[in-house]
């Protein structure tokens, strides 16, 4: 089981990479934000890591980016930073990097637009990736506002382009309309499980405090062939969801061997 290195937001990703090991955690998903904001040396964690017993994966940038936007300077910053993701997972030895899809600048303007704009983007991540040995992950994304790539008939339609290359990260935690297990099935070229539980009012609370069915959570976090990664975001110093989300799976006995 991976978790998302932000539950730990408030610790160094060094330091949450030696939390990873002392958890019995097999992975851990680094958001590339979490590096950059606590100005982490990429050396420091792949050292914590030496022994490489956590499968490293990364999460890119995404926060304040579109990779679809009407406003060429922030599409193409967008991409740069992404572009800066996929190096950084070079230097601490991540193989797979998901990143978002691009969003509607203004829902008035044809679609058709926004995907051209973010077929050009995905090309020269593409190439980027290419170039490091890096394998690119494309998140399908919640419903709401300006959100477009929000069903597996859409993604599908969109990476077709781009396959073998461009692999899916599925979200549990995004799927509104139908079931979870619905969505996965559809979904096509998937490399990435995300998973969390979801509240009335908040997206990727921790496992069991939402309003997700406990069955269909339980069945994606036994998934043995792809990463699971718990994600959530946390910057208290408390590692309270991280611990919840540790002992939940305890609970399920999916941790085997993980100190008590």
Avoid: C
Wanted: glycine share 4%; charged share 20%; aromatic share 8%.
């Amino acid at each position: 089981m991976h978790f998302a290195s932000t539950l730990a937001w408030a610790y160094p990703v060094d330091q949450v990479v030696q939390l990873a090991k002392q958890s019995g955690l097999s992975g851990l998903e680094i958001w590339a934000e979490h590096v950059w904001f606590h100005g982490t040396d990429p050396n420091k964690i792949r050292e914590a890591n030496r022994d490489q017993s956590i499968n490293l994966t990364m999460h890119a940038a995404s926060w304040d980016l579109n990779i679809s936007s009407l406003e060429k300077e922030i599409r193409e910053g967008s991409v740069k930073q992404i572009r800066n993701s996929i190096k950084l997972a070079d230097e601490i030895g991540a193989d797979s990097i998901t990143f978002h899809p691009g969003r509607l600048t203004l829902p008035q303007i044809k679609l058709e637009i926004y995907e051209a704009f973010m077929m050009e983007s995905i090309f020269t991540l593409i190439e980027t990736a290419k170039r490091y040995k890096k394998t690119l992950s494309i998140e399908l994304m919640e419903v709401k506002t300006k959100e477009f790539v929000t069903a597996p008939e859409i993604m599908n339609r969109l990476i077709a382009s781009f396959l073998p290359e461009l692999k899916t990260t599925f979200d549990v935690a995004h799927i509104s309309e139908g079931t979870p297990q619905q969505a996965f099935a559809q979904l096509i070229n998937v490399d990435k499980v995300h998973i969390s539980d979801n509240s009335r009012a908040q997206l990727h609370v921790p496992l069991g405090m939402g309003i997700l069915d406990r069955n269909m959570l339980n069945e994606f976090i036994s998934i043995n062939d792809l990463p699971v990664v718990v994600e959530g975001f946390d910057a208290s110093e408390s590692l309270n969801w991280w611990n919840h989300n540790l002992h939940y799976l305890k609970s399920l006995e999916m941790m085997k061997g993980v100190p008590q």
